[in-house]
């Protein structure tokens, strides 16, 4: 079977952080690419996939909270915004 390439573009340093991480534990980011693509070929995404963790779960009830507030200055247009934001 004749072998594909992927092209991607990333931070650098995102690149440089998970690369560091990887190495860690024996992987390049070439091996650990090929293994995720792998899987997700042959098994699909995992059922979790795309699940916000608990921390962005928590922003999320605290802005749906902050949205519910009566007291939240609220603004209709640019200039009413800046004119709250200046008080």
Same mark, same amino acid.
């Given at each position: 079977?004749?072998?594909? &390439?992927i092209n $991607? &573009?990333i931070?650098? @340093?995102?690149?440089i952080? +998970?690369? /560091?991480? !990887? +190495?860690e534990?024996g992987?390049? !980011?070439?091996e650990?690419?090929r293994? +995720?693509v $792998?899987?997700v070929?042959n *098994?699909?995404l #995992?059922n979790?996939?795309?699940i #916000?963790s #608990?921390?962005? *779960?928590?922003?999320?009830l605290?802005?749906?909270d @902050?949205?519910n @507030? #009566? /007291?939240?200055?609220r603004a *209709?247009?640019l200039?009413?915004?800046?004119? !709250?934001l *200046?008080?």
């Amino acid at each position: 079977m004749e072998n594909g &390439r992927i092209n $991607t &573009r990333i931070n650098s @340093d995102i690149k440089i952080k +998970a690369e /560091k991480y !990887l +190495a860690e534990h024996g992987l390049t !980011l070439s091996e650990f690419v090929r293994i +995720a693509v $792998t899987t997700v070929a042959n *098994n699909g995404l #995992p059922n979790n996939w795309g699940i #916000p963790s #608990p921390e962005i *779960n928590q922003s999320i009830l605290e802005m749906v909270d @902050d949205l519910n @507030d #009566p /007291k939240l200055k609220r603004a *209709n247009s640019l200039s009413e915004l800046e004119s !709250l934001l *200046n008080e």
